[in-house]
């Protein structure tokens, strides 16, 4: 018979024990990131590179991995650059073609046009991966822009990084990986099995069929412990017409997000337009826009916006976001924009299509927004995008929540030195 002494060792190891195992069923959430190189934060904000993310979740794959996609060029052979840091895009090909020979490897992919590369998409096909196209331009007259991977059907990655050499090395990307919730890779799985099952259709069903049909939204969003943190959770989609009963449609889940902010709303996008941006007619569209004025003006929410100035930003966004900007002149408003900038040097400018901060999120006091799309028009009323929405806000927590994680970001490259205010006297050439 054990001692006392014995016995409370046995507790203490017991204890530890049943710890490790709790954290081991435990669901997971980490943020993830590409920083360009040559652009340094004097920040102690961090996460892990969408490179290693990937690298990590396709060594763990055991039985298979979907992939939601735009467009690939994992190689710079389409830039004919010459670029040495293309090598980890090369090398995430490379480990997705040993894999495909391995498990079920399926790829929905935006149909290309005729100037878009396809050569990754030959070699994996060859590789042994089941790859199908999509013909957004035909089904809705957008395209599929989604971005997401999910691995054995209980890990996912969301994000805004393409399946591109520069989302991992040359252009500033945010998404997150979601380790063993099989009941959100599930979820997610469905978003999947649309666009699967359009790649062989001429027509979006005028109604989805029950299997593609959830439970989980804005209003019954899923109940999961991440990071062991009390959360509700969902995944919008878009457009609505791909919107199985139950989805949210991305629109709505962003103005429900902005809505519900009691504090602030921080939001860094790509484009920021209320237009629809590729029609052949102009056409005004100020859903969010007019969201975002009235939180500001009824209940005096914070609002900060954080878009990106590049080569090829539309000239017509900045007279859009001054507007926005001129609501904090001589108001108790507080409404304020800046536009980032990656800084670039001779080299790196002959690469195209890079230096960019191509983010899609939103963070509110309450919930953390990581989405797949551009904010303007189009992107929400004609063309396929994804977001994961997460409020961990009822819960006590010890450590950072996801949304304390994701304001931090915000703040890290808002308080930056790539970060500019814009106002009435703000020239796009003198930034960008």
Request: charged content about 20%.
């Amino acid at each position: 018979m054990p001692t006392s002494g014995t016995l409370f060792e046995s507790l203490i190891i017991l204890s530890h024990v049943t710890m490790f195992l709790s954290l081991l069923v435990v669901d997971w959430i980490v943020l993830v990131e590409s920083i360009p190189e040559g652009l340094v934060f004097n920040s102690s904000t961090t996460h892990q590179s969408i490179y290693e993310a990937w690298l990590n979740l396709i060594s763990g794959a055991q039985s298979s991995l979907d992939i939601a996609s735009f467009y690939w060029t994992l190689t710079n052979d389409d830039t004919h650059t010459h670029e040495a840091t293309a090598n980890q895009g090369e090398q995430i090909l490379q480990e997705l073609g040993q894999l495909s020979g391995k498990v079920s490897v399926r790829i929905a992919v935006d149909k290309p046009s005729e100037r878009k590369p396809m050569d990754d998409i030959k070699f994996l096909t060859d590789s042994g991966a089941d790859v199908r196209m999509v013909n957004m331009r035909e089904l809705t007259s957008g395209v599929l822009h989604t971005k997401f991977w999910i691995v054995d059907k209980k890990h996912i990655y969301i994000g805004s990084a393409n399946m591109d050499w520069r989302s991992l090395t040359q252009v500033k990307e945010l998404g997150a990986v979601v380790y063993d919730c099989s009941c959100l890779a599930k979820d997610l799985g469905k978003i999947f099995e649309a666009y699967w099952y359009l790649s062989q259709t001429k027509t979006v069903p005028a109604q989805w069929p029950e299997k593609y049909s959830t439970l989980y939204n804005k209003d019954t969003p899923m109940q999961l412990s991440l990071n062991g943190t009390d959360s509700s959770v969902y995944l919008s989609s878009s457009p609505p017409s791909l919107c199985a009963e139950g989805r949210t449609p991305d629109l709505q889940s962003v103005l429900s997000v902005i809505a519900d902010a009691q504090q602030f709303v921080y939001i860094a996008v790509m484009n920021y337009l209320p237009t629809m941006e590729y029609s052949s007619h102009k056409r005004y569209w100020a859903d969010i826009d007019t969201q975002l004025r009235r939180v500001a003006y009824e209940r005096s929410v914070r609002v900060r916006l954080l878009i990106s100035c590049w080569d090829s930003t539309n000239p017509i966004m900045i007279p859009f976001l001054r507007s926005l900007a001129s609501l904090q002149d001589k108001s108790k408003l507080d409404v304020q924009v800046r536009l980032f900038t990656v800084p670039t040097n001779p080299r790196q400018k002959q690469i195209p299509y890079a230096r960019v901060n191509h983010n899609k999120y939103m963070v509110t006091d309450k919930v953390a927004y990581i989405g797949t799309s551009n904010w303007s028009g189009d992107y929400f009323v004609n063309t396929a995008g994804s977001a994961l929405v997460v409020n961990q806000t009822s819960a006590q927590s010890i450590s950072p929540t996801v949304q304390e994680q994701l304001q931090a970001v915000f703040e890290r490259d808002w308080e930056s030195s790539y970060s500019t205010d814009i106002n009435h006297r703000t020239n796009r050439k003198d930034i960008c």
